[in-house]
């Protein structure tokens, strides 16, 4: 199925990456991928685009955001999950 992995490395300082999976036999869907603060507000976007089925990994290099705790979400079709990535400056 959908899959969302944790952010490699974790923590991390300036650059991560994240890779998910969208399963075969899926329908092509807008996908997105976004970064928010713990605040809750979106600071990037990612990925936001229409994703056939297969795995994909995107870097976040976050030279630009101050240390802290962030969260990702991936949303495609009916699916959503979020997890939690550290960047240490």
Do not use: C, H
């Amino acid at each position: 199925g959908f899959s969302l992995s944790q952010n490699y490395p974790n923590p991390f300082n300036p650059e991560t990456k994240i890779k998910f999976d969208i399963p075969a036999g899926s329908k092509v869907a807008q996908t997105f991928l976004s970064v928010y603060n713990v605040a809750g507000q979106r600071v990037a976007i990612l990925v936001n685009q229409n994703l056939q089925p297969g795995t994909y990994e995107v870097n976040w290099n976050a030279a630009e955001y101050p240390s802290g705790v962030y969260f990702y979400t991936l949303k495609t079709g009916d699916y959503i999950q979020t997890r939690k990535m550290v960047l240490i400056k």
